[in-house]
């Protein structure tokens, strides 16, 4: 199987995530993200992702389509950490997109941190505090990558230590807000200062804000972010096949 030359709007998603991520420090040189462009019931996972090289480099036409049955035949376009995404997308039947970032305050966060947590409300929406996954080690073999997805359970973000970390999301604007909020999250945590405890959400209080894939607030995180990246909005609306709800359309 593979990716609809329909999936036109999800290549164009995936080219400006991967530039809003580079206007806010979550991606440079390296990582890579991706969208899930089969239904998630069937046990051949179709992923449309960002090729190898600096992400925000990259233009729609050259995402690269593949699949849990050819990745490792197409192991020179697709990122190194394929079997993560697959592992995720396996385990995650919700997850319609995947946010692999680099960057040093994900790389600081491991140095310093089991578990990073939650301080504000929209930091809620990661749904329960990010863990690191203690192998450093890059996520290449699908027994690393299931073992990714067990740390990331039902949560939106996790840390590799020394490797940066990922968000999930219902589709790409929800797993970009998503990074936005644990960027939120870590810049937070700097600025309270090393030496003071912090006043941490309780689990139930997670539960009671109903923190998780938030339509709403991911589209104006989303819109916002858009905006500071410099990729001005058409005004045209068009139905999201993913969810069903009305979402702008962007200029490729």
Avoid: C
């Amino acid at each position: 199987m593979n990716p609809s030359p329909d999936d036109a709007q999800t290549r164009t998603d995936l080219a400006h995530a991967a530039r809003i991520l580079a206007h806010i420090g979550l991606v440079n040189g390296h990582g890579h993200l991706s969208a899930r462009v089969s239904d998630s019931t069937l046990p051949e996972q179709v992923v449309l992702s960002t090729p190898r090289g600096a992400p925000s480099l990259v233009s729609p036409a050259e995402m690269v389509g593949y699949s849990s049955a050819n990745w490792q035949q197409m192991a020179e376009r697709v990122p190194l950490e394929a079997p993560l995404h697959l592992a995720v997308y396996r385990a995650r039947p919700d997850v319609g997109a995947i946010m692999r970032m680099q960057g040093t305050l994900l790389d600081a966060v491991g140095t310093r941190y089991d578990t990073l947590p939650i301080v504000h409300g929209r930091g809620s929406h990661l749904r329960r505090a990010p863990r690191v996954f203690p192998d450093a080690s890059p996520i290449r073999d699908a027994e690393l990558g299931r073992q990714v997805a067990e740390l990331l359970g039902d949560g939106q973000a996790a840390f590799l230590r020394g490797n940066g970390a990922f968000t999930v999301g219902v589709d790409i604007p929800d797993a970009v807000a998503n990074a936005s909020y644990l960027l939120e999250t870590i810049e937070i945590h700097l600025a309270r200062g090393r030496d003071d405890p912090p006043l941490s959400f309780t689990d139930e209080e997670l539960t009671a804000r109903g923190g998780g894939m938030k339509g709403d607030s991911s589209r104006r995180s989303w819109d916002f972010l858009l905006d500071q990246a410099g990729i001005p909005m058409t005004g045209a609306l068009a139905t999201d096949p993913n969810t069903g709800n009305e979402r702008a359309l962007w200029p490729s």
